[in-house]
Every structure is written in C-alpha cells, then in structure tokens.
T-cell receptor, first 113, second 110 residues
Framework: NAGVMQNPRHLVRRRGQEARLRCSPMKGHSHVYWYRQLPEEGLKFMVY????????ESGMPKERFSAEFPKEGPSILRIQQVVRGDSAAYFCASSPEGANVLTFGAGSRLTVL | GENVEQHPSTLSVQEGDSAVIKCTYSDSASNYFPWYKQELGKRPQLIID???NVGEKKDQRIAVTLNKTAKHFSLHITETQPEDSAVYFC?????????WGAGTKLIIKP
C-alpha cells in the first residue's frame, strides 16, 4: 500500500498563476481532507470530500480556491490567481469510510514568488 | 463550534525526563482523541489514540489519559529521547471532523 500520495511535492508559482495540487488517497479510502499549514503553525482545515461530493468546504476561501474528488483519479486542490499569502504546505489526509484515523500525505509545498 | 485547546505551546525537558502535554475540548459528544507527531519538514503521523470508552491507553513510552467529565486528555512521554523532539498535535473528533489543537513544540535537551 503506497499510502497517501501527493504531488507535486514542491511547486513554485508567480503571482497570478494557477496552482494545482493532487492527492491520491490510500487504497480503500474514500474520504479526503485537505489542510493548510504555515511555518511554525498548526493544521488549518480547508475542505472534506468524498467521491464526487464536497461534504464540508467551510475552511476554504470562497474565492480562488476549489477542490474536487472525481469518481476516477486523484483529489485536486486548485488555487487560481495565487498571491504570496498562499505560500504554505498543503497536506492531504485520507480515511476509510466511517473510520476516524487520518493518514497524511507528505504534503505539497507551494511557494509564490 | 467545537474547540480544542492545547498547552503548553512549547515544552523543553531534559533527556530522560517525562513530558506531559494537555488538551481540553468543548464538544461533550466527542468520542475519539488522536495524537499526531510532526517532525520538522515531515507529515503528521499518528502516534496514539484513545476512544471515549476507555480512560487510559499505553504504548511503550507513550500513554494517553482521558477524563470525559472534565473534557480533557493528556499525552505522557516517559524517558524522553532526542528523537522525541517534534511538534505534537492533539485532536478531538466532532461529527466527521477532527478539531485540532494548535500544537506543542517539544524540545529534548541533551
């Protein structure tokens, strides 16, 4: 089991560009969570998805940010028109349906120049 | 909404001594309490968890205690070692969400 796979691990974008972060959950896991972490800070919940459904996006900014988890393929967190304040580590975690344990991916580190 | 408070924010202990990190939660319906360890530049990893039907759980040098009446739970690390240096996060499950504490940076002094 390859665990939770995130890519890219590092992404550099200029202000105004788009960032796409991908997350493949562990095999058998149908629940995906995205978190954002600034240096020296905690985990900030962004969005919770199941296959083809956004369950809770209360932690995600209304503008420029979107997430999806299609029937086939990875979950994608998309940030449009990035600004310097978007620079952070974005972690994806997955869990089996109905379970509590979250398994985290290695994270994607976004740097906006 | 649910809130989890974690203390202290930084803890420095002598190698070999014990470390205790405490969390309180607000949702009395919370029934699952994990602890995650995050080393510098790495992903958070589950180190121990406890469910509301037990009061204590131990795994080698790590133990977690839960007081449901007072709504607090604690992480205990005995005989600390340099590799215990990391940031530790507590969390409490509320509905389908894990509500996270702000983290404790544990420093092990040689």
């Amino acid at each position: 089991n390859a665990g939770v796979m995130q890519n890219p691990r590092h992404l550099v974008r200029r202000r105004g560009q788009e960032a796409r972060l991908r997350c493949s959950p562990m095999k058998g896991h149908s629940h995906v969570y995205w978190y954002r972490q600034l240096p020296e800070e905690g985990l900030k919940f962004m969005v919770y998805l199941q296959k083809e459904n956004i369950i809770d996006e209360s932690g995600m900014p209304k503008e420029r940010f979107s997430a999806e988890f299609p029937k086939e393929g990875p979950s994608i967190l998309r940030i449009q028109q990035v600004v310097r304040g978007d620079s952070a580590a974005y972690f994806c975690a997955s869990s089996p349906e109905g379970a509590n344990v979250l398994t985290f991916g290695a994270g994607s580190r976004l740097t906006v120049l | 909404g649910e809130n989890v408070e974690q203390h202290p924010s930084t803890l420095s202990v002598q190698e070999g001594d014990s470390a205790v990190i405490k969390c309180t939660y607000s949702d009395s319906a919370s029934n699952y309490f994990p602890w995650y360890k995050q080393e510098l530049g790495k992903r958070p990893q589950l180190i121990i968890d406890i469910r509301s039907n037990v009061g204590e759980k131990k795994d080698q040098r790590i133990a977690v205690t839960l007081n449901k009446t007072a709504k607090h739970f604690s992480l205990h690390i005995t005989e600390t070692q340099p590799e215990d240096s990391a940031v530790y996060f507590c969390a409490a499950r509320s509905n389908y969400q894990l509500i996270w504490g702000a983290g404790t940076k544990l420093i092990i002094k040689p």
